[in-house]
Nanobody, 121 residues
Framework: QVQLVESGGGLVQAGGSLRVSCAAS????????MGWVRQAPGKEREFVAA????????NYADSVKGRFTISRDNAKNTEYLQMNSLKPEDTAVYYC??????????????WGQGTQVTVSS
């Protein structure tokens, strides 16, 4: 099993920045990729970004490209999502995920508990 614990998030004004982190523990050798998925009230889970654990290849949703940056620190088993130029439509609960699976809604082998990101206009 893999446990994921998020930190960061909070309230920010539009145009501002936030960083969320996710620390993995447990059977981390089984992690192939990590990423972030968000869900706003009344909406479907939405893929945000992902990074492969070994090569560091990144993938982003079109809605966040150029604004968000995902990174990881393998030594700390931690991934980060730097969010810049935030918009009110970025408001959602952000979930850390490991071993993301293709499909809609996006799935994953492991999930964090979620952290709220609220962007005020």
């Amino acid at each position: 099993q893999v446990q994921l614990v998020e930190s960061g998030g909070g309230l920010v004004q539009a145009g501002g920045s936030l960083r969320v982190s996710c620390a993995a523990s447990g059977r981390t050798s089984s992690i192939r990729n990590m990423g972030w998925v968000r869900q706003a009230p009344g909406k479907e889970r939405e893929f945000v970004a992902a990074i492969t654990w070994s090569g560091g290849t990144t993938n982003y949703a079109d809605s966040v490209k150029g604004r968000f940056t995902i990174s990881r620190d393998n030594a700390k088993n931690t991934e980060y999502l730097q969010m810049n130029s935030l918009k009110p439509e970025d408001t959602a609960v952000y979930y850390c995920a490991a071993n993301l699976l293709p499909g809609r809604p996006v799935g994953a082998g492991y999930w964090g508990q979620g952290t709220q990101v609220t962007v005020s206009s």
